[in-house]
């Protein structure tokens, strides 16, 4: 379906939420409305990065990261694998910056770091 680098450490996933203002639980984070739009993920898997990010798309799953609660909303778009150079946040800010988004929930899969979230928004795509 995407083209998946091995040797890349660090991947955006891109997807569609078709419908407007739905409310979504994401875990212990809390419920939160989503809009309209694209949202991005990004994360990152010093191995095996070709398994996690199948997980992610998969659908029918036990839900253990943020991105797991969302999934189930979202139409994939687009996957993009990164070499680890520019780290996870790096990435994740370039990302948000090129596109244009916005932080749609604090906290979103960055539980591990001191972003603000690695989940972005983009209403215009």
Not at 9 to 20: D, H, N, Q, V
Not at 29 to 51: D, E, H, M, N, P
Not at 64 to 73: G, M, S, V
Request: with cysteine; net charge positive.
């Amino acid at each position: 379906m995407f083209q998946i680098n091995e040797g890349d450490t660090l991947y955006a996933i891109t997807g569609r939420m078709p419908e407007s203002a739905r409310n979504i639980t994401i875990g212990k984070l809390g419920t939160f409305s989503f809009q309209k739009g694209l949202y991005v993920y990004v994360g990152s898997a010093r191995r095996r990065i070709a398994s996690r990010i199948n997980r992610h798309v998969q659908i029918e799953k036990k839900l253990r990261w943020h991105f797991d609660y969302l999934r189930p909303y979202l139409q994939i778009t687009d996957i993009q694998t990164y070499p680890g150079e520019e780290g996870e946040c790096g990435l994740f800010h370039r990302l948000m910056e090129e596109k244009n988004g916005r932080i749609p929930v604090k906290g979103f899969g960055s539980s591990d770091c001191k972003c603000a979230s690695h989940l972005f928004y983009t209403p215009g795509y």
